[in-house]
C-alpha cells in the first residue's frame, strides 16, 4: 500500500521507522550493513519494494512475512518482534468502504407492465404485497430448490453409509464429531532450511545441551550438523531433521528447581509468539511462571507452570506460519 491515508496512516511510518532501525542498527560484532541489494535478494524482493518499506517518508506497507524475515537476517532485538507484528498487521488493515449512495434502480427492477393502476381495487391483499415474480427471479428459484434436494439427498445417503459403518466397528459419529485436544497437537518437523521460530527453538535447546549454535533463526548447515550430533549421541538415526523423537529428547522439562538458561529462553520466545506477554530473559521468573498458566489454562492443559512434553507441543503448534527458504 503506497500513499497510505486513513488512521494506519501512522502505523505505516511507524512500521518504516522500525525497519530501517534495524537496518542501520545491523552492522555489529564485526558484521557489515547489507546493502539493500543484498538484502532484497534473501528476502526475495525486489530492491525498489525493500527500499520503500525502509523509507519513513513514503512508506509502504511491508507484509507480515516480510517483517519476520527482516528481523531475522538483519537479527533484530527480539523484544521487537511483538511490535513489529502489531505495527503490521494494523497497517495492513483496511476498512471497507460503504457505497455514498444506495443503488439505481434498474429497469428490471421497475413494475412489471401488466401490474394493476394505482386507483384499481385490488382483487384480495396478497395481490399488492406479492406480485407476480419475474419469470427470470422463477427461474433462478427453481434452480435453488433443485440445488437444495440435490445436496439434501447427498448428505441423508452419506450420513446413512457413515452410520452402517459406524455399526461394523467404524468410528462413532461422536468420536468423528469431537474436536480434537491439546493431546492431539503433533510434533512439528523442523529440517534444513526453516527460518524463525523452528530454527529459533531448536537451535536454543541444542545450546541448553551444550551445543555451540548460533540462535540466528536460520536451520543452515551448521545447524543441521548440531542436530546429527545430538541424535548420535541419543541412539537415534542421525538424519539432521528435527521430528517427534528429536523433540522428546531435546525439549527439558522447566520447573522452579531445573531450568536452564537457554531452555527458559526457548520457552519465553514461544510464549511471547503466542501472544502470550513474556519477557525473554532466560530466568524462570514468578513472571514467567503466570504466562505459562495462562497459556496452558488456555489451551485446556493443566495449570501447573511446568514445561512438560504437553506444554511444549502445545507451544509449538501455536506458532505461526512456517517459513522455509
Same mark, same amino acid.
Given at each position: 500500500?503506497?500513499?497510505?491515508?486513513?488512521?494506519?496512516?501512522? !502505523?505505516?511510518?511507524?512500521?518504516?521507522?522500525?525497519?530501517?532501525?534495524?537496518?542501520?542498527?545491523?552492522?555489529?560484532?564485526?558484521?557489515?550493513?547489507?546493502?539493500?541489494?543484498?538484502?532484497? %535478494?534473501?528476502?526475495?524482493?525486489?530492491?525498489? /519494494?525493500?527500499?520503500?518499506?525502509?523509507?519513513?517518508?513514503?512508506?509502504?506497507?511491508?507484509? #507480515?512475512?516480510?517483517?519476520?524475515? #527482516?528481523?531475522?537476517?538483519?537479527? =533484530?532485538?527480539?523484544?521487537?518482534?511483538?511490535?513489529?507484528? =502489531?505495527?503490521?498487521?494494523?497497517?495492513?488493515?483496511?476498512? &471497507?468502504?460503504?457505497?455514498?449512495?444506495?443503488?439505481?434502480?434498474?429497469? *428490471?427492477?421497475?413494475?412489471?407492465?401488466?401490474?394493476?393502476?394505482?386507483?384499481?381495487?385490488?382483487?384480495? &391483499? !396478497?395481490?399488492?404485497?406479492?406480485?407476480?415474480?419475474?419469470? %427470470?427471479?422463477?427461474?433462478?428459484? *427453481?434452480?435453488?430448490?433443485?440445488?437444495? @434436494?440435490?445436496?439434501?439427498?447427498?448428505?441423508?445417503?452419506?450420513?446413512?453409509?457413515?452410520?452402517?459403518?459406524?455399526?461394523?466397528?467404524?468410528? +462413532?459419529?461422536?468420536? &468423528?464429531?469431537?474436536?480434537?485436544?491439546?493431546?492431539?497437537?503433533?510434533?512439528?518437523?523442523?529440517?534444513?532450511?526453516?527460518?524463525?521460530?523452528?530454527?529459533?527453538?531448536?537451535?536454543? @535447546?541444542?545450546?541448553?545441551?551444550?551445543?555451540? $549454535?548460533?540462535?540466528?533463526?536460520?536451520?543452515?548447515?551448521?545447524?543441521?550438523?548440531?542436530?546429527?550430533?545430538f541424535q548420535a549421541a541419543h541412539g537415534l538415526l542421525?538424519?539432521?531433521? $528435527?521430528?517427534?523423537?528429536?523433540?522428546?529428547?531435546?525439549?527439558?522439562?522447566?520447573? +522452579?528447581?531445573?531450568?536452564?538458561?537457554?531452555?527458559? $529462553?526457548?520457552?519465553?520466545? @514461544? @510464549?511471547?509468539?503466542?501472544?502470550?506477554? /513474556?519477557? $525473554?530473559?532466560?530466568?524462570?521468573?514468578?513472571?514467567?511462571?503466570?504466562?505459562?498458566?495462562?497459556?496452558?489454562?488456555?489451551?485446556?492443559?493443566?495449570?501447573?507452570?511446568?514445561?512438560?512434553?504437553?506444554?511444549?507441543?502445545?507451544?509449538?503448534? +501455536?506458532?505461526?506460519? =512456517?517459513?522455509?527458504?
Amino acid at each position: 500500500m503506497t500513499g497510505p491515508t486513513g488512521p494506519d496512516r501512522e !502505523a505505516v511510518r511507524a512500521l518504516a521507522e522500525l525497519l530501517r532501525k534495524w537496518w542501520e542498527l545491523s552492522a555489529r560484532e564485526g558484521r557489515p550493513k547489507p546493502t539493500q541489494q543484498s538484502l532484497a %535478494g534473501r528476502l526475495g524482493i525486489d530492491q525498489t /519494494t525493500l527500499s520503500r518499506y525502509l523509507n519513513p517518508r513514503h512508506p509502504s506497507t511491508a507484509p #507480515l512475512r516480510t517483517v519476520e524475515l #527482516l528481523h531475522t537476517v538483519l537479527r =533484530a532485538p527480539a523484544a521487537d518482534l511483538p511490535r513489529a507484528r =502489531a505495527l503490521a498487521e494494523e497497517a495492513a488493515a483496511v476498512p &471497507a468502504r460503504k457505497s455514498p449512495h444506495p443503488a439505481e434502480p434498474t429497469p *428490471a427492477d421497475a413494475a412489471p407492465a401488466d401490474a394493476a393502476p394505482a386507483n384499481a381495487a385490488p382483487a384480495d &391483499a !396478497a395481490a399488492v404485497v406479492a406480485p407476480a415474480p419475474r419469470r %427470470g427471479a422463477t427461474h433462478r428459484t *427453481a434452480l435453488a430448490f433443485l440445488a437444495v @434436494l440435490t445436496l439434501g439427498g447427498g448428505i441423508g445417503l452419506g450420513w446413512s453409509a457413515f452410520a452402517h459403518r459406524a455399526g461394523q466397528g467404524g468410528p +462413532s459419529v461422536a468420536a &468423528a464429531a469431537a474436536p480434537e485436544g491439546p493431546a492431539a497437537s503433533r510434533w512439528p518437523l523442523a529440517r534444513k532450511g526453516d527460518l524463525l521460530w523452528k530454527a529459533r527453538t531448536v537451535q536454543y @535447546l541444542l545450546q541448553a545441551h551444550g551445543h555451540a $549454535v548460533e540462535a540466528d533463526g536460520d536451520f543452515g548447515a551448521a545447524t543441521a550438523a548440531a542436530v546429527k550430533t545430538f541424535q548420535a549421541a541419543h541412539g537415534l538415526l542421525a538424519d539432521g531433521k $528435527v521430528g517427534a523423537q528429536t523433540w522428546s529428547h531435546l525439549i527439558i522439562r522447566i520447573d +522452579s528447581h531445573n531450568d536452564p538458561k537457554q531452555a527458559v $529462553v526457548a520457552l519465553q520466545y @514461544l @510464549l511471547n509468539n503466542t501472544g502470550t506477554a /513474556t519477557d $525473554v530473559t532466560g530466568i524462570f521468573t514468578p513472571s514467567t511462571t503466570r504466562s505459562l498458566d495462562t497459556f496452558q489454562r488456555s489451551r485446556a492443559l493443566p495449570v501447573t507452570g511446568v514445561a512438560d512434553p504437553a506444554t511444549w507441543r502445545a507451544l509449538l503448534a +501455536s506458532q505461526g506460519p =512456517a517459513i522455509h527458504r
